[in-house]
């Protein structure tokens, strides 16, 4: 009997900056999701091809993809995208939503007649652009930041409707692209002066071809909470905590990871369930994620709609008693039976920046070292990942992401902390 042949696709690993200078950072937790949702698919017994960026190809080795498709740099990555999807059955794509890249592909799905398992359309297009969420929330009548469209005057960015926008929501405002992923391009202001001293560096920062939005600041426990979803209510997977870094000074802003599942989540997700009850979520139909703010008061602000695997799939996997990759399936194919979720450990989901100080050349590290550390750190869902050319030996900046599977927040601290020596007996030194 032949298996279930199944494309998956993660954007940041599988090519599609194959013609562009890539973040490690990026590559980093793109490699993580396609490695873990690679590895739950298995265990359903799917023949599974995947493409991998050409920079990536050493690291092909901890993967457990059945045909592995190399994307060089002088390739359209949308031409191997579409017919590794005419060689499938089932497709699941973990791709961002600028410039509607998550539509596009799932739409070549979809003009194949192949079975997509990953978000379909609707849910996509509702969850792309952050004004149409934020009209969706307040139609729900559920609490979401004052969000507005910063107008534009001949191309150029109106510095005058910011400033007047900020004055209406009388304390801290974030901008951010309406179409924007994580914490990718937030900028915080918590005064007038700061927008005016920063607006023309502000301008050089933001991309004239994208729409920005001003938000209200919303002070609070930075959430998510990440669900299936079904022709009823969604199946509540976990809560998680996210580690951003939003408050800088030069709008640097990003995702570091975070924990999973969240203290007091059987409160928080009582609560969500109550307020999800009451909101039409039927246009989402598999894995997804609800970023939220909760304040001291307990109450929610609902922030965005993220319509695709997100990186706390990492660390939910390792955390509750089924596989995700079977929940998914089960619930596509109408065979879920039970969607009853048990916790059986705690998990942080973190991705380490390490500096390399030792006298190993890069080759030396990815052929010697790197397979040593997976070996003795089975918590490394991304071993060291440098896109670094140079024939320097020294100071070579790496990015990994880390999963612990502990039985509470202290042991997954100490288990850490193990972690991070056994980086420094091999000269990798954390600094982030």
């Known amino acids: 009997m032949s298996k279930k042949k199944i494309f998956l696709f993660e954007f940041a690993s599988g090519g599609g900056f194959n013609r562009a200078n890539i973040p490690t950072s990026l590559f980093c937790e793109g490699y993580g999701m396609l490695r873990s949702i690679i590895e739950d698919f298995k265990l359903l017994d799917f023949e599974i091809s995947i493409l991998l960026d050409y920079r990536g190809l050493s690291y092909k080795k901890f993967l457990q993809a059945d045909i592995i498709k190399k994307v060089n740099a002088n390739e359209d990555y949308l031409v191997k995208f579409e017919r590794e999807v005419k060689n499938c059955e089932f497709c699941f794509i973990i791709a961002p939503e600028f410039s509607e890249i998550l539509y596009k592909l799932t739409k070549i799905v979809k003009n194949n007649n192949k079975e997509i398992l990953s978000e379909d359309l609707d849910g996509i297009t509702l969850g792309t652009y952050k004004l149409d969420t934020y009209e969706f929330f307040k139609t729900a009548k559920v609490n979401t930041p004052l969000t507005f469209l910063i107008s534009r005057k001949k191309q150029n960015f109106n510095e005058a409707s910011i400033i007047q926008k900020f004055k209406q929501l009388t304390g801290p405002v974030i901008i951010k692209p309406e179409d924007g992923v994580g914490a990718e391009n937030i900028f915080y202001f918590e ?242």
């Open 191 to 432: 005064n007038e002066k700061q927008i005016i001293k920063s607006f023309k560096d502000l301008k050089e920062k933001l991309d004239i071809n994208r729409k920005y939005i001003l938000q209200e600041f919303i002070e609070g426990r930075d959430l998510s909470v990440s669900l299936i979803g079904t022709s009823s209510n969604p199946i509540i997977l976990s809560v998680n905590t996210q580690n951003i870094n939003i408050k800088n000074k030069y709008g640097e802003s990003e995702y570091l990871g975070g924990t999973t599942p969240a203290e007091n989540y059987e409160e928080i997700t009582k609560n969500l369930a109550k307020i999800l009850e009451n909101i039409d979520l039927s246009k989402f139909s598999s894995y997804y994620g609800i970023d939220f703010i909760r304040k001291e008061d307990k109450s929610i602000y609902f922030i965005e709609i993220n319509p695709r695997l997100t990186t706390s799939y990492i660390g939910i996997r390792n955390v509750i008693d089924k596989n995700l990759a079977e929940l998914i399936w089960d619930t596509k194919m109408k065979f879920l039976s039970s969607s009853e979720i048990h916790f059986k450990n705690f998990s942080q989901f973190s991705r380490i920046e390490l500096d390399y100080n030792g006298n190993k050349t890069p080759i030396e590290i990815k052929e010697e070292i790197i397979p040593k550390l997976v070996k003795e750190i089975p918590e490394l869902v991304t071993p060291p990942i440098s896109f670094d050319n140079s024939n320097q030996n020294r100071n070579i900046r790496y990015s990994c992401f880390i999963a612990t599977k502990e039985k509470n927040y202290e042991s997954s601290r100490i288990r850490l902390t193990k972690i991070l020596e056994t980086f420094k007996k091999l000269d990798f030194y954390s600094i982030k």
